[in-house]
């Protein structure tokens, strides 16, 4: 088990945009398999390599998991071909603390990719599928879902999250209920 640390706002990593996987190696492998296990220990829909503080486009989700491992989705530097339809989604996320805000995406995406044993792949997701996809997706380019709500609303929960540090509430005690 290498439980990885969970980087939250305003860590400046999650802003960093991601470098495109070079190589599948046992590096890549070992970062998906941390990846898969911390996010089964948040727990969370789905987590980014940069949101533990890895520059590598890599992304792990599972939107079911009364069982685990069953639609267990690794992919390596991922890329939507297609997109359709438009859906409002309440999304959270493991980086963003206590706090949740609908965000508008495509309702259906279609995604390139890379398994871990060097496979490249397609995905199609529909509804919450297509939603983790590309919120995972956005972490590789430095963007969070707050970047995506109205700048009045992103404002205030930034001012919250100052005056937590200030008085020095701990942020890992804050956690969503449903996490991507
Ligand atoms: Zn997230």
Known sequence: MALRKILTYPAPELKQPAHAVQNIDAQINQLVTD??????????VGLAAPQVGSSERVIVLDIDHENPGKRLIKLINPVVVEREGSIVWEEGCLSVVDYTSEVTRSKRVLVRGWTPDQNEIEIEGEDLLAVALQHEIDHLEGKLF????SRLKRDLYKRKVKKWLREGVPLEAKKPAVSI
């Open 35 to 44: 990846l898969v296990e911390s996010m089964y220990a948040a727990p969370g």
């Open 146 to 149: 707050i970047d995506r709500i």
